[in-house]
């Protein structure tokens, strides 16, 4: 079966991540973040439901930066109203500009679920580019947001004005410790 599902608030294309070498009256210049594509997706049992959430790229409208939209639907909840109507969130700061995010589940180590973590590129036009992450609780909500790697320079690998900043971030549970994640992502050297 196929049908469409509406979020609650809209998603567009990002801007290009600002880094310390970026022009900013170039709009072209920095770590281009390409388009607002759904890039990571993670489905599992929740009680009497199904939760799914997923991540993407996508501009925040009341910022202008490059953020995470995250998006989560329950199905099969009796408290679920509209099942049509997917509930996001957009993950960004002021100051930061994040892209190519990706999401696996968190257990603790007594088997129960928690959440789910999302982690993801940053940077900005003062701080180099490097690995963050967020753990997301359904019922409780988002912890403050960590950086995990912070990058040494800026990335210069391209010719022209823009870099890449990593297509795709890896992120993993490892099935051998629940409570644990492996993660691959991009950081300036």
């Not at 979020?7 to 070498?21: K, R, S, T």
């Not at 994040?98 to 940053?122: K, V, W």
């Not at 993993?172 to 950081?187: E, I, P």
């Amino acid at each position: 079966n196929i049908s469409h599902l509406l979020l609650e608030m809209p998603y567009g294309v990002p801007p290009n991540g600002a880094q310390a070498d970026s022009d900013p009256d170039d709009p072209t210049d920095g770590l281009q973040t390409n388009d607002a594509r759904w890039l990571g997706a993670v489905r599992y049992p929740d009680g009497e439901g199904v939760r799914m959430e997923f991540v993407g790229n996508s501009i925040n409208f009341a910022n202008g930066r490059a953020g995470i939209m995250h998006c989560e639907r329950k199905i099969g909840f009796e408290d679920a109203t509209d099942e049509t109507i997917v509930k996001c969130t957009m993950i960004s700061e002021d100051t930061l500009d994040f892209g190519y995010p990706n999401i696996t589940f968190l257990n603790n180590e007594q088997g129960c679920y928690p959440g789910t973590m999302i982690a993801f590129n940053h940077t900005a036009a003062n701080v180099n580019a490097g690995v963050s992450a967020v753990q997301h609780y359904p019922e409780i909500g988002y912890s403050p947001i960590i950086r995990l790697k912070e990058g040494d320079g800026y990335v210069a690998r391209l010719a022209g004005s823009y870099e890449r900043w990593g297509d795709y971030f890896g992120l993993q549970t490892d099935y051998a410790d629940h409570s644990r994640v492996f993660r691959a992502g991009l950081y300036g050297t």
